[in-house]
């Protein structure tokens, strides 16, 4: 048996959610004060995502970066190495807020987008 | 001399956001002026997300919530001078400005909105022992540096101060591959979102050190190292627990301060707790005609609320630019009492016409569970809100139905109580 304690971010309460677990089972939750902890300690133990906002370098564009997201969530364990992939990335300006940059990041069918235009300089 | 009807000084989420709603409201004749390059204020450099949940039900970064308003002041036609500073403001509403392709600008406005944000507390403010290498710079600042001109400000980083934007750039350095080897906290606890503190710092293993503090900085050139201490309930130094750490590195996110100097230039008085001006339910400050909103007026945590705030402000002045305005017999004060740091707006000036209610800003000075918000005229109670939760982190916005407003009250006086029972009705 192991206990895992999560903190809910549903409110400022952030109660602090204990989710134990059986042989990849969830057994028991406690902790939580309403039903949104619940649900969210469920999801943070079984697959915890992210949206993962960095920049991308930019060639030729008024500034030398372009920040982007990842379209949706993305698992968490995955954040580091995602970071590896967008630092090898360059983009040529201009850029439109929502152009894709990067599609199906590290196999996970999310692509990273431009959050910001960029114009030519 | 130009004549504008309405001049906005900054082009942040609140100067945007005030000028389009003028625009809405039927007035043509707008100037926004903006020192930077670009439109935005400091959202373009908060690439996270997290903004526009209560603005646009939607979860947005700082430039995507920012683009929202720029295309609208596009397709508006509203008029914005970048790269374009303002020097000072005088009483009859004459601006001075500095602009590179013209030089020194003078124009006259009939109304002016005052959107000119915050700056963040440096080193100076707070005080820190020691010498003065290079690599010690606000957290903001390493921000700009990290999103914007794209340079990373250092390797080995120490942050004090762990409010949300200390937190946001905690994950942003790690991100970026430096080692962020504490975020250092003098309270007992974090101002910042729990959001912020659980995906910033705990998905990284960033520690956080609650009532510690940099009591030493060391370095020629570059940082070398800072000496931590830990703080008693006083903030007193608790002796023996001094450690240094090596860093190449230190971020200051240690509060924000509203940029008032041309509010002082036209004489306006600064309140001693927001930091800003004093304002009506309008958004009017002290001078007729003179509106100011955003973090110049008080510190906002989250810019959904600094744009309602300017839409307050820019109806305002299209109401005072087309006469639709009328005084109150007298002025109703609103006075912060037990728990309440501040309120925003200080007083009701005007009679509501087809106002609803009012929206009241405020903060509370400590963390507290199972409260209740009280309104209360002449000792009583005439209005009172229940919450969860507060935290002096986290704005508190109530609203005042215009049906409880008495022609003949003077005061209406606001206070945090403990639910106790229910028996305590009194304030
Ligand atoms: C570093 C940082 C991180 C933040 N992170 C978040 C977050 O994660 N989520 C969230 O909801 N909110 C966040 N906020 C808060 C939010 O961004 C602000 O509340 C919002 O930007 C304030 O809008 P504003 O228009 O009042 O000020 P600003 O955005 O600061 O804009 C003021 C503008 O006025 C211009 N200006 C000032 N003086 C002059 C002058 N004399 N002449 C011409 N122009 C002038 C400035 O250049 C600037 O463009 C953050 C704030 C900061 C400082
Ligand atoms: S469990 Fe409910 S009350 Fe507790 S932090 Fe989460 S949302 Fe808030």
């Not at chain 2, 500095?98 to 440096?122: D, Q």
Request: aromatic fraction near 6%.
């Amino acid at each position: 048996m192991e206990e895992h304690d999560i903190i809910c971010t549903g409110c400022p309460k952030g109660c602090r959610v204990t989710v134990t677990v059986e042989k990849d089972e969830i057994t028991d939750i406690k902790g939580f004060e309403c039903p949104t902890g619940k649900e969210y300690a469920i999801n943070e133990y079984k697959n915890p995502t992210r949206i993962l906002p960095t920049t991308v370098r930019v060639k030729e564009g008024e500034f030398p970066l372009v920040p982007v997201k990842t379209a949706k969530p993305i698992p968490k364990s995955l954040l580091l190495e995602a970071m590896k992939v967008i630092a090898e990335k360059e983009v040529i300006a201009p850029i439109k807020i929502g152009d894709t940059v990067i599609e199906n990041i590290l196999d996970t069918s999310v692509n990273i987008v431009a959050t910001r235009n960029i114009e030519k300089k | 001399m130009k004549n504008y009807k309405i001049i906005v000084i900054g082009a942040g989420p609140a100067g945007l956001a005030a000028a389009l709603q003028a625009s809405k409201d039927g007035i043509d004749d707008i100037l926004v002026l903006e020192r930077d390059k670009y439109m935005g204020g400091i959202l373009p450099q908060c690439i996270h997300n997290g903004f526009g949940l209560e603005y646009f039900d939607q979860e947005l970064t700082g430039p995507e919530y920012a683009d929202k308003f720029i295309k609208d002041i596009d397709k508006n036609n509203i008029k914005v001078l970048t790269e374009t500073m303002v020097l000072n403001i005088n009483q009859d509403k004459i601006i001075t400005a500095l602009n590179k392709s013209n030089g020194v600008l003078k124009m006259k406005a009939n109304t002016i909105i005052l959107a000119m944000g915050c700056r963040e507390r440096t080193r100076e403010n707070i005080q820190i022992p020691g010498d003065r290498p290079a690599g010690i710079l606000s957290a903001g600042t390493a921000q700009r540096y990290t999103n914007i001109e794209g340079f990373i400000p250092g390797k080995e980083v120490i942050i004090l101060g762990s409010g949300d934007i200390g937190l946001i750039m905690a994950r942003r350095m790690k991100l970026e591959g430096a080692n962020v080897k504490a975020v250092l906290e003098i309270m007992p606890f974090s101002s910042g979102l729990v959001r912020n503190k659980v995906q910033c710092l705990d998905d990284f293993d960033i520690p956080l050190k609650l009532k510690h503090t940099i009591t030493r900085i060391e370095g020629k050139k570059r940082l070398k190292r800072v000496e931590i201490s830990k703080v008693d309930k006083d903030f007193n130094l608790v002796e023996g627990t001094q450690k240094w750490i090596d860093c190449d590195t230190l971020l200051l996110s240690v509060g924000l301060i509203p940029e008032n100097e041309l509010s002082k230039a036209m004489n306006l008085k600064l309140h001693p707790v927001t930091g800003g001006v004093y304002v009506n339910e309008n958004r009017e400050t002290e001078l007729k005609g003179v509106y100011a909103c955003g973090n110049v007026l008080h510190v906002h945590d989250l810019v959904d609320w600094v744009s309602e705030e300017a839409e307050i402000a820019g109806r305002s002045a299209a109401e005072y630019l087309n006469g639709n305005q009328e005084k109150r017999n007298q002025p109703i004060k609103i006075t912060p009492e037990k728990n309440v740091t501040y309120t925003v707006p200080q007083k009701i000036e005007y009679k509501f016409k087809d106002k609803k209610f009012i929206k009241i800003f405020l903060r509370v000075e400590k963390p507290m569970e199972n409260v209740k918000i009280v309104f209360s005229h002449n000792e009583k109670s005439i209005l009172s809100y229940d919450k969860k939760i507060v935290m002096p982190g986290e704005m508190v916005t109530v609203n005042l139905p215009a049906a409880l407003i008495k022609n003949d009250m003077e005061e209406i006086k606001l206070s945090i109580v403990e639910k106790v029972g229910e028996k305590n009705g009194r304030t």
